[in-house]
């Protein structure tokens, strides 16, 4: 990619002026990132200031207001804003304020740059006052742990930072608000949040706040029908949030903050009834309803607008995952789990030993354990330290379970139903309020149980799944209106804490760019209840379906070694060594996709040969562990049928891709296997080396596939590693 050198007085800062990328891999961004550094320019002509980075452009003119004037994908040549709005909003005591913009455009099917000589800016809206630059700056502490890192992870991601400040149209200075972007290298992604600081002598109320209103250029039109209709994935925009929550394990499943809303001013549209959803809010649902004293500054949820290059549902899925891996990169941290059955100290001593005999990185005292988090006994505490001790002294994390929400305290301290004025109705029926009394003594019994027994992991189920409360009683909140928000902030200031601390997160939901590692890939409880060859099956659909928006490390699996909601004997695992073929192939499907699961049971083998299984394919994930932590391409689906599998690829390494391909069927196959390269970045010919050692140079077609053929044994599994020959 060529690029020219330009000095830019007005930030006295050196830049680069990305030409349009030519339409060659070269300068793919998800193949090779480097090219692709983010800079601040300045159109001083113009009166402008540019974040760009050879991926997108955002452009803010600064005068006669501050307002996004261009917001463009470099990646295809297109723009993605179509219209100019202010940019951001609050309701400060009961009255709304836009943060600059420009009005007087005359339509509002795209812009013409010609028109903005002619926009001028609104006299009600804070009026841009100031503008800072400077270098991302880490959201919160991240303390590593390498040993489950297969690659390192820059923390913050590299990139630039601009903030513009708006002061009150009427005695400025008094309420002052922020508006803060970041540009990153290599990830065509723009982060934005706001503060609003109180520097008047009163208290002042937000109300609401509206961090993003974003006009951008619609993906499809119709004429009529129903909004939900229209196909998100169609846009070449996605928005998502640390403002997430709800019990999900999906990206797209319940995001709270962002809104695809018709847009009232766009007239001139094709959908009949105005209702074609090209207006991006990222906004909670009600409140914060905060309360600023003076001298205080309040600071909201932050958005992540990540621009796409294409329709193409696994390109869209790695550009996600890329961005969640350079965002969160916590979530590569991929430590091998079991979950011990018991909390006896016998019992965890047995487990701890077992795991690190066969090389298992992490035991977590599961639920129905006895395991008490709770506890503040001073003789449980220290009981938990002295384990805790023990299994670091084995190479071994140590933690436990807590169910937080999904269960009832009491009348005081339960969510209470704005409605009825008495608890039930949350997400999961009852739930705790985490500004009750009791949501507080919750959390400082956490703090203490991590500070007192040096315990290294939570798995930390229900979390906070977004209820309201409308109490007047809990010291947390004030009452319905600022519930959800402060509920929301005290769950994040603990799993940031933990962050900080190195404590290691299981949670059941989306708080990945709060601090949370993992969460469920997807999967059914009841089907570990089914029998065996039917999980067999069901698992890989769940890892497939599972890997389209998260990284292997980022979901996890279950495997019930003992019954786990009924099934009996057909669905159980335990004697291990009677179910051995089995047992190893349930190994195969996780560690062969970069999967970690919950073994839930009180051992993980019972005879030596068990172990030497074990042992066997735990020690083939440590060797390929950076291939297999890797992006997931997927190949075909489970279907019980004929083979199905998936394809690693990682361009950064020298094992640049593992294919893992499962036969299902009761006598073996051959088949011709296609295996798209286009990811590891090999060019013209790949290295393709089997199992047994045996390797071949094939040549690469012009889509950058390889092909190879394949014999799989009955029920049984095959892999290829795929590198580059020394002249590729």
């Known amino acids: 990619m060529t690029t020219v050198t330009r000095i830019f007085p007005a930030l006295g800062i050196l830049a680069l002026a990305f030409s349009q990328p030519p339409d060659s891999r070269a300068a793919d961004w998800l193949v090779d990132p480097s090219p692709f550094r983010a800079v601040i320019a300045t159109n001083a002509a113009a009166n402008e200031i540019i974040l760009e980075n050879g991926l997108v452009r955002r452009v803010f003119k600064l005068s006669p207001d501050a307002a996004t004037v261009a917001f463009d994908n470099l990646m295809t040549g297109e723009p993605i804003l179509r219209s100019v709005r202010p940019e951001a909003r609050v309701e400060l005591d009961g009255k709304k304020f836009d943060m600059g913009g420009l009005v007087g455009q005359p339509v509002h099917n795209y812009l013409n740059p010609a028109w903005l000589a002619q926009m001028h800016a609104d006299p009600a809206a804070f009026h ?221 001593k047995t487990a701890i030993d077992q795991c690190a005999a066969v090389g298992f990185e992490m035991v977590i005292m599961t639920f129905g354990s006895g395991f008490d988090i709770e506890n503040e006994n001073p003789r449980y505490l220290a009981q938990i330290k002295s384990l805790a001790d023990y299994a670091r002294s084995k190479g071994v994390a140590l933690g436990g379970y807590s169910l937080l929400a999904s269960r009832s305290i009491d009348a005081a301290d339960d969510v209470i139903n704005l409605e009825t004025g008495k608890p039930g109705g949350a997400r999961f029926g009852d739930s705790p309020c985490l500004g009750s009394v009791w949501g507080e003594n919750y959390f400082r019994k956490l703090r203490q149980f991590y500070e007192q027994t040096g315990c290294g992991t939570l798995e930390n ?7 309201f409360c409308a109490s007047t009683n809990h010291p947390g909140h004030a009452g319905f209106k600022d519930s959800q928000w402060k509920q929301w902030k005290i769950i994040s200031d603990f799993y940031r804490w933990c962050r900080a601390r190195g404590i290691y997160l299981n949670v059941p939901d989306w708080y990945f760019l709060a601090g949370s590692s993992k969460t469920g890939m997807g999967y059914r409880e009841t089907d570990w209840s089914l029998p065996r060859e039917q999980q067999e099956i069901i698992e890989r659909q769940n890892i497939f379906d599972g890997t389209w928006e998260k990284a292997p490390s980022m979901g996890w699996m279950f495997v019930p070694l003992t019954e786990y909601h009924g099934g009996g004997a057909a669905a159980t695992i335990e004697p291990l060594k009677d179910h051995l073929e089995h047992y190893e192939t349930r190994l195969a499907n996780l560690f062969g996709a970069g999967v970690q699961a919950c073994y839930r049971g009180p051992r993980l083998y019972d005879i030596e040969e068990t172990k030497v299984v074990v042992k066997k394919w735990v020690d083939f994930y440590k060797a390929h562990r950076p291939i297999l932590d890797s992006d997931l391409i997927h190949l075909r689906r489970a279907d019980g049928r004929d083979w199905d599998g998936w394809l690693h690829v990682n361009p950064a390494l020298k094992e640049r891709g593992l294919a893992m391909i499962y036969n299902p069927l009761n006598e073996p196959i051959q088949r011709r296997i296609r295996l798209p390269l286009y990811y590891t970045g090999l060019t013209n010919r790949a290295m393709i080396r089997r199992e047994d050692g045996h390797s071949e140079t094939v040549a690469l077609a012009r889509d950058y596939a390889a092909e190879a053929t394949v014999h799989v044994p009955a029920h049984g599994r095959v892999w290829l590693a795929v590198g580059a020959p020394d002249s590729n």
């Open 128 to 348: 841009f006052a100031g503008l800072k630059t400077g270098r991302t700056e880490p959201r919160f502490q991240w303390r590593k742990h390498r040993e489950w890192l297969s690659q390192d992870a820059q923390w913050p991601p590299p990139g630039v930072a601009a903030t513009l400040t708006f002061d009150a149209p009427i005695n400025p200075g008094a309420v002052q608000v922020e508006v803060h972007y970041e540009l990153y290298d290599g990830l065509p992604v723009v982060a934005k949040w706001l503060t609003v600081r109180n520097t008047s002598p009163e208290p002042v109320t937000l109300n609401s706040v509206t961090v993003e209103q974003l006009a951008f250029v619609e993906a499809e039109s119709i004429v009529d029908g129903s909004p939900a209709n229209f196909r998100g994935s169609y846009r070449a925009l996605d928005a998502f949030s640390d403002y997430s929550f709800g019990g999900n394990m999906s990206a797209t499943a319940d995001a709270p903050a962002i809104h695809w809303r018709n847009d009232p001013l766009y007239k001139t549209q094709v959908h009949y009834n105005l209702a074609t959803p090209c207006l991006l809010e990222c906004s909670p649902p009600i409140g914060p309803e905060a309360q600023i004293k003076p001298g205080e500054t309040f600071e909201s949820f932050r958005v992540f607008e990540l621009v796409h290059d294409s329709t193409d549902r696994e390109r869209r899925g790695l550009a996600v995952r890329r961005a969640y891996r350079a965002l969160a990169p916590w979530v590569q941290e991929n430590p091998i789990l079991m979950h011990v059955r018991s909390a006896e100290p016998d019992a965890v």
């Open 461 to 467: 189920d229900g979390s906070y799944p977004g209820d």
